[in-house]
Antibody, heavy 119, light 108 residues
Framework: EVQLVESGGGLVQPGGSLRLSCAASGFIFSSYWMHWVRQAPGKGLVWVSRISGDGSTILYADSVKGRFTISRDNAKDTLYLQMDSLRAEDTALYYC????????????WGQGTLVTVSS | EIVLTQSPGTLSLSPGERATLSCRASQSVSSSYLAWYQQKPGQAPRLLIYDASSRATGIPDRFSGSGSGTDFTLTISRLEPEDFAVYYCQHYASSPWTFGQGTKVEIK
């Protein structure tokens, strides 16, 4: 059974940093591209970042470029999102999602980890 | 960037009725790379439809997708109580991947 479990969220002050993790199981992690998607409280879904299976190809949304860093450790079956220079508008539930092997859509999602940026 | 606009914002219907949700793209979505997701309160999104019209594994056949180019539709033929939720369309033709703002299907 495919499982994605996020962790690392919490309360952080503006300008602070946080590192999110997404532990994967039930599939060959290194074979799949992975994404981060966020959802502000009561709002819609917003794509954040994507990384290829071997970590060589990375993309970011303009809103996080230069502040967030996506990475992965295929030996640990874990995806990461390093979040620096956090702003109030980064407050959201952060989901990791797996890119399907059959196309670019997201076939599995974690339950999310909440990041709150506030003083 | 492809902007996806969903309508209506809220759909008030009764169980057993037919739901028709629209998703319009600001430019043509190549190869119909469009997906639909369902999200219930407190839950992660769940994939329903991909490639505009293909049902994901385990999705009941009352859910169907159609469309191409800039206009796409999700149809729920007969609403079951568990179908009342928020629905999002998403394109995956190119970066940045974008989502519509969502349509809430609520019980009338």
């Amino acid at each position: 059974e495919v499982q994605l479990v996020e962790s690392g969220g919490g309360l952080v002050q503006p300008g602070g940093s946080l590192r999110l993790s997404c532990a994967a199981s039930g599939f060959i992690f290194s074979s799949y591209w992975m994404h981060w998607v966020r959802q502000a409280p009561g709002k819609g879904l917003v794509w954040v970042s994507r990384i290829s299976g071997d970590g060589s190809t990375i993309l970011y949304a303009d809103s996080v470029k230069g502040r967030f860093t996506i990475s992965r450790d295929n030996a640990k079956d874990t995806l990461y999102l390093q979040m620096d220079s956090l702003r109030a508008e980064d407050t959201a539930l952060y989901y990791c999602a797996r890119r399907s092997g059959a196309g670019g859509f997201f076939d599995y999602w974690g339950q999310g980890t909440l990041v709150t940026v506030s003083s | 960037e492809i902007v996806l606009t969903q309508s209506p914002g809220t759909l008030s219907l009764s169980p057993g009725e037919r739901a028709t949700l629209s998703c319009r793209a600001s430019q043509s979505v190549s190869s119909s790379y469009l997906a639909w997701y369902q999200q219930k309160p407190g839950q992660a999104p769940r994939l329903l439809i991909y490639d505009a019209s293909s049902r994901a594994t385990g999705i009941p056949d009352r859910f169907s997708g159609s469309g191409s180019g800039t206009d796409f539709t999700l149809t729920i033929s007969r609403l079951e109580p568990e179908d009342f939720a928020v629905y999002y369309c998403q394109h995956y033709a190119s970066s940045p991947w974008t989502f519509g703002q969502g349509t809430k299907v609520e019980i009338k």
